[in-house]
């Protein structure tokens, strides 16, 4: 059973560019959100997809949009990269049903690096 | 003001020893609490909820304070394999996993 997958694994872009990244939740889950880690802190909230919309939207700009997929899989872009948007890109995976009690599961991630 | 408040150390301590962090979060509709685990360069791991009763997993032991707005993490006799940063988290909504993190304290064990 595969758990959460995210590709690339690592991604260099210079500014200005955009870029596609891309996750498969773990199998049963149907609910996908994407964080942003920067280098010494704690995962910031993106936003969340569930039944191909996005539910919740943390403070990101509009250059971070997303899509879900039918089968539950997801993409995160980016345009006109920053240099600041360097970090690691995590995706989660969950399933939001009613009375289910499954926890985040993570993947493990794609750096991204902007010159 | 961050909204997940932690000591970010790092915390050098001998194998063996008992070592304690401390997490303060500033929204009181936060409902769910948790404890995540990040090895460098790899994703957060789950290591524990945290519950107003207060529970144990092993070494590790977890107390939340809602009054004060504080949770803690124990971990007795430390372990070379507890080098890590220990990530406090709260969650508003029990249902949406919009998960808020702090920075993240980093333990250093020691032989």
């Known amino acids: 059973d595969a758990g959460v997958t995210q590709s690339p694994t690592h991604l260099i872009k210079t500014r200005g560019q955009q870029v596609t990244l891309r996750c498969s939740p773990k199998?049963?889950?149907?609910?996908v959100s994407w964080y942003q880690q920067a280098l010494g802190q704690g995962p910031q909230f993106i936003f969340q997809y569930y039944e191909e919309e996005e539910r919740q939207r943390g403070n990101f700009p509009d250059r971070f949009s997303g899509h879900q997929f039918p089968n539950y899989s997801s993409e995160l872009n980016v345009n006109a990269l920053l240099l600041g948007d360097s970090a690691l890109y995590l995706c989660?995976?969950?399933?939001?049903?009613?009375?289910?009690?499954?926890?985040?599961?993570f993947g493990s991630g794609t750096q991204l690096s902007v010159l | 003001r961050k909204e997940v408040e932690q000591d970010p150390g790092p915390f050098n301590v001998p194998e063996g020893a008992t070592v304690a962090f401390n997490c303060t979060y500033s929204?009181?509709?936060?409902?769910?609490f948790f404890w995540y685990r990040q090895d460098c360069r790899k994703e957060p791991k789950l290591l524990m909820s945290v519950y107003s009763s207060g529970n144990e997993d092993g070494r590790f032991t977890a107390q939340l304070n809602r009054a004060s707005q504080y949770i803690s993490l124990l971990i007795r006799d430390s372990k070379l394999s507890d080098s890590a940063t220990y990530l406090c988290v709260v969650n508003r909504m029990d249902s949406s996993y919009k998960l808020i993190f702090g920075s993240g304290t980093r333990l250093l064990v020691r032989p």
């Open positions: 929204n009181s509709a936060s409902q769910s």
């Open positions: 199998s049963g889950h149907d609910t």
């Open positions: 989660a995976s969950t399933t939001l049903g009613e009375g289910n009690n499954e926890k985040l599961f």
